[in-house]
């Protein structure tokens, strides 16, 4: 042995590992701790994700034991809204469900997002429903079977309250979507409806009979807003929604049908019956193809959109002409309140359109999803995007 405590043939390896640093201890005490960060008196607004949880606690979440601390949590404090993101909810232990269930109750607005839910928690909703006060559920990337699906219908057609419902990218095909759809109809509150992303499972999808859904369920005219984004609608599947555009007693407000295939024609059937209805006040068509001629047939029925006050046209692949003719639509009598062009091609023309709008403040910066600038190697002025 040398002088040192270590011994002559050192070997680093051999040496003992630090032991790793222990989880701090998950408890109602710590949940409220947390909710004071990112809320404000009286503390009612609820937020739970995973991934934010598994980095402060520094251990992965348990699906049992840390579940029932939220649920606890919950049963404590009523909470105005609850945000609930990532979580996988077992069926290993029924009364959890249950009183999970009975948590969201008093709950206004519960947004529980990127969930896994057995059926049986879909039971338990149903079984609460005339008891809930919700007025918006989001269900944004929760798979859905058929028999979630079919108890959500029902769970529709008994809540009082519900105002708002967020189905999007839950994993709907063109066969149960029918059942939300009639679900929203017969609903007694229902306005907003969002189902984005649905499925054709093993066939492509059938937008003509999604297309024959929405006619049936717009002529109810109990719809207030309708979000169909990702859905491979085409023009001719515009056409129905075009015809409620175009009746004046139509409740219809806004329409979000971005990243579809609907083209020039399917502008053209959107933007001519707005203009004879003239109640829609939010359109968006970003990421929809409509080209050069579909941006043409916007600059002609924009001025007589007597309520639009959004307008979202970005990446449709418009030449300059066509968005110079929108962008000198803004000089005439026109309502909107939010223009968004970006992604589209410019020119010098389209910079100097903006920057005579933008001097003379017949459009203002909040308005506008472009600027200008000079460009000193172009020794000219050009479009840049303003965020």
Request: aromatic residues 8%; contains cysteine; proline residues 4%.
């Amino acid at each position: 042995m040398c002088e040192l405590v270590l011994p002559c043939e050192y070997n680093p390896k051999a040496c003992p590992r630090p032991l790793p640093e222990k989880s701090r201890l998950f408890t109602i005490l710590l949940l409220y701790c947390w909710q004071r960060e990112y809320d404000e008196r009286p503390y009612r607004q609820f937020q739970f994700k995973r991934l934010l949880f598994e980095e402060r606690i520094g251990r992965k979440y348990h699906c049992i034991r840390d579940f029932r601390i939220i649920v606890n949590y919950l049963l404590r404090r009523h909470q105005l809204s609850v945000k609930i993101s990532s979580l996988v909810v077992s069926n290993w232990d029924a009364g959890l469900l249950k009183d999970f269930a009975r948590s969201l109750i008093p709950v206004w607005y519960i947004d529980l997002n990127l969930m896994r839910f057995p059926h049986e928690f879909f039971v338990m909703l149903r079984l609460n429903a005339k008891k809930m006060n919700v007025s918006q559920l989001s269900l944004e990337g929760t798979p859905l079977t058929d028999d979630d699906v079919r108890i959500l219908r029902e769970f529709l057609l008994v809540s009082r309250t519900l105002r708002r419902l967020n189905v999007s990218h839950c994993s709907l095909t063109q066969y149960n979507f029918a059942l939300i759809a009639d679900g929203v109809h017969k609903s007694p509150g229902v306005r907003r409806l969002n189902a984005g992303r649905l499925l054709g499972l093993s066939l492509s999808l059938d937008t003509e009979k999604i297309a024959s859904v929405l006619g049936s369920l717009l002529m109810q005219n109990t719809l207030w807003s309708l979000s169909l984004e990702h859905c491979e609608l085409t023009a001719q599947d515009m056409i129905p929604i075009a015809e409620h555009l175009a009746l004046t007693t139509s409740r219809f407000r806004r329409l979000r049908i971005a990243c579809n295939k609907i083209g020039p024609d399917g502008a053209f059937f959107l933007l001519r019956g707005m203009s004879i209805g003239g109640m829609l006040e939010l359109l968006d068509i970003s990421h929809c193809s409509i080209g050069t001629h579909g941006g043409e047939w916007v600059a002609k029925y924009l001025t007589s959109c007597r309520q639009l006050r959004t307008l979202l046209l970005n990446n449709n692949d418009m030449k300059p002409e066509a968005v110079n003719l929108i962008l000198l639509a803004m000089k005439k009598r026109c309502k909107l309140d939010r223009l968004t062009l970006y992604g589209n091609h410019f020119d010098s023309r389209s910079a100097m359109i903006v920057r005579r709008l933008l001097d003379a403040e017949v459009v203002l910066h909040s308005e506008l999803d472009i600027s200008y600038t000079y460009d000193e190697a172009l020794h000219d002025y050009r479009v840049v995007p303003w965020r």
